[in-house]
Structure formats: C-alpha cells, structure tokens
C-alpha cells in the first residue's frame, strides 16, 4: 500500500477474521459523523479500528482506517487514512484508493475521498500519530421539525427533534454555546441553555461537516428584580424605602356577660 509492499493485514480481512473487537468497528448509519480512529498498529484502546460505509448492496462497501508508522508498518512511508473499496465478487475483494484516484496514495489532514456510488464524503480533520479525525457526510443540510420548549432559565433543558442530527453537532443559542449537547440517534439532541440575559435568541445546529440548520428561536427570561420605591418628600427624600411586614393587629377581646351579684338577704 501508499505505492510499496503492504506491511500488514489491512482493516477489511482484520475485521473478517474477528481480530476486531465489536466496539472498535463502526458501521456508517447515514447521519453526519465525526468518528476518531485508532490505528491497527500502536493506537490506543478507545477509537475505531474500521469504519463501515455501505454501499449499493451487501458485497459493495468502502472502509476507512489508520496506519501508523510502528511495528509490522513500519516501512510505510507515513501515518494517514486509509480507504479500501470492497467488493466481495472480485477475486482480490479489497482495493486500495488514493486522493488522486490511483491506488498506492495516502489520505492527510484536509483531503477528501468520495465514494462513487453513494457520493458519502470522508474528509480527514486531523492525523496525530496513531490517532486520526475524519468527518463523514451524507451531503445533507440537517433539518430541525420542533423544539421541546421555547423558553426558559438558564440550565433549562431543550430537545431539538429533526433529521440529520449529528451527535457530534454544535449547538448555539446566539453566539454562545449550549452548555451541553447530547445524542445519538440522528433524529434528536437535548441541550442545556446556557447563561444569557434576558431576550430572544435563535438556536443554530451545526453538524461536523459545518452544514446548519435555524432551530427557531429561544427567550431567556431570568429572575425579574423589582426597584424600590424613593421617597418623594420629607427629610428622607430620594433614599429607597424598605418595605415593612405589616403590623399584626391585637385580637379583640371576646365579649363577656358580667356575672349578677346575688341580692343582700333581708334579716
């Protein structure tokens, strides 16, 4: 691969053979993505190993991994993405592909593989030793349908229902960030209003592949301080008055009928 011998079995046959732990291979679901990567040789415990994108049935498909210059890939002349096309028909089923269409080329921060059939774009955000972003895009704006609330405290919490929905997605109120965003299904994010004045913001979703969508908008209404009332006149004029509990009243005494005194006895 990259143009010389390959060093090692790539991610494809690794997968096959069941040297992939569940957890660390991906399937691309068609909803936008930032997925982290680990390379086969020397990456950590935490990324995937593969990632999945299916194609126009189940012998056709396209997977993406990191190679990093140690153990069995030493030789290889550098640490990047790697992109196969697969299909299972073919005798040797897995092709490598290059950022000039050719194979033997490999995929660095800022370049862009297309797959030909789905037209899904894997774009490589970043390459750090054993470790590599990309950014997988279906091409779709995403779309938001309702918002769960449209107003509220600061920490109040809001579902943003739509389609397209990464659970990688950034999300404002504004200019300022939601204090948190959670989610995964591609069709809901829950975020956390964060500290604003009083007023009306929109709310803007922002997927990795920087497409947005207007969420509609959001009114902050905070604890409302009321002034107290200066005095108008009097050797206390202009200071604030304070108001006082009002008095309790005395309770009224309960009537009572005096007791007759009985009568003197005649002697």
């Given amino acids: 691969m990259f143009g010389c011998t390959g060093q090692h079995l790539i991610a494809n046959d690794k997968n096959f053979l069941g040297w992939i732990a569940p957890g660390r291979a991906f399937t691309y679901g068609g909803v936008t993505r930032s997925l982290r990567l680990s ?3 020397g990456g950590d415990a935490s990324g995937n ?4 994108i299916p194609g126009v049935d189940a012998n056709n498909y ?7 210059r140690t153990g069995f890939d030493v030789r290889l002349p550098g640490d990047a993405v790697i992109v196969h ?7 040797d089923p897995a092709w490598v592909r290059g950022t000039n269409g050719a194979a033997g080329a490999m995929f660095t921060t800022g370049q862009t593989y297309t797959v030909p059939t789905t037209m899904t774009t894997v774009r490589v955000t970043s390459v750090t030793g054993a470790n ?5 895009s279906n091409g779709v704006n995403p779309a938001v349908t309702s918002l769960s609330t449209t107003s509220g405290r600061a ?6 229902t739509g389609t397209n929905l990464s659970p990688e997605a950034t999300v404002t109120f504004g200019a300022t960030s939601a204090t948190s965003v959670t989610g995964g299904t591609g069709t809901g994010l829950t975020v ?9 913001y929109p709310i803007t979703v922002t997927n990795p592949d920087g497409r947005t969508a207007t969420a509609g908008t959001f009114t902050v209404i905070t604890a409302v301080a009321v002034a107290p009332t200066a ?3 009097g050797p206390n004029a202009g200071i604030p008055a304070v108001a006082l509990p009002a008095r309790i009243a005395a309770p009224t005494p309960a009537a009572t009928t005096p007791t007759p005194r009985p009568a003197p006895i005649a002697r």
């Fill in 39 to 41: 390379a086969l040789m």
């Fill in 49 to 52: 190993m593969i990632v999945t």
């Fill in 62 to 68: 396209t997977t993406v991994e990191m190679r990093h």
């Fill in 85 to 91: 096309t697969v299909d299972k028909t073919r005798k």
């Fill in 132 to 136: 590599a972003v990309v950014v997988i």
């Fill in 155 to 160: 920490g109040t919490p809001v579902t943003i």
């Fill in 192 to 200: 956390v209003t964060p500290a604003l004045a009083n007023g009306t």
């Fill in 231 to 233: 005095r108008a006149s």
